[in-house]
């Protein structure tokens, strides 16, 4: 069965701090695929980045960059220089071979105040 | 990446009523995906829809509460029968891209009086 853990319910910062997402997963699958959303309050839910499981680079996009361990089943979401804008709800979700569509975490809620 | 539009935006019914809400991707999909978003919760899965089969429903979501239609393979219909407060929830579709990741429609944010 799969399941993913976003212990972190609410974060937060004051603009232009770094903050760090935490999500770890379970599946038995050895061919998986993790991926990040954000969801501001406009409901929206926005696509960031897909990870397979064979591939561990680590991956930097602008603010975004994301660590994947398979040694610990993370696959964690830092953003750099925190922004307003950045103030979301952030999901963590995960399918396998066995489950094409995505489970998710429960959610981190990030606030950055200005 | 596929655009995805769902019609309503946004109702609010009475109790007892039933809604159905559309989905239309702007490309031709195999896989069509019905989730649940009830309020300050996570997205829930209630039934992977496939263009020529019935529908697969996820444990605790029955055919009788959430029928789905799928006619073609741009287009998806779920059906809230029967409602009650407890069904008020952001429904929202999503279609799996090349590379499995999901993308959703905008939803529809559903209010039972």
């Known amino acids: 069965a799969q399941k993913v853990t976003q212990a972190q319910t609410e974060i937060s910062v004051v603009e232009k701090e770094d903050v760090t997402l935490d999500c770890v997963y379970e599946t038995r699958d050895t061919t998986y695929y993790l991926f990040w959303y954000k969801q501001p309050p406009s409901g929206e839910l926005v696509f960031l980045i897909r990870r397979n499981s064979f591939d561990e680079q680590n991956e930097i996009s602008g603010r975004y960059s994301w660590n994947f361990q398979k040694s610990t089943s993370s696959f964690n979401f830092t953003i750099t220089a925190s922004q307003v804008v950045d103030s979301a709800v952030y999901f963590c979700?995960?399918?396998?071979?066995?489950?094409?569509?995505?489970?998710f975490g429960s959610g981190t809620r990030l606030q950055v105040q200005p | 990446s596929a655009v995805i539009s769902q019609k309503p935006s946004r109702d609010i019914c009475q109790r007892g009523t039933s809604l159905t809400i559309q989905c239309q991707v702007d490309?031709?999909?195999?896989?069509m995906f019905w989730y649940r978003q009830q309020p300050g919760q996570s997205l829930t899965l209630i039934a992977t829809a496939n263009q020529g089969s019935e529908a697969t429903y996820e444990s605790g979501f029955v055919i009788d509460k959430f029928p789905i239609s799928r006619p073609n393979l741009t287009f998806s219909t779920l059906t809230v029968s029967n409602m009650s407060p407890e069904d008020s929830s952001i429904y929202l579709c999503?279609?799996?891209?090349?590379?499995?990741?999901?993308?959703f429609g905008p939803g529809t944010r559903l209010t039972v009086l």
């Open positions: 490309s031709q999909v195999t896989m």
């Open positions: 999503s279609v799996e891209a090349k590379q499995r990741e999901g993308y």
């Open positions: 979700a995960l399918s396998d071979t066995g489950r094409r569509a995505l489970t």
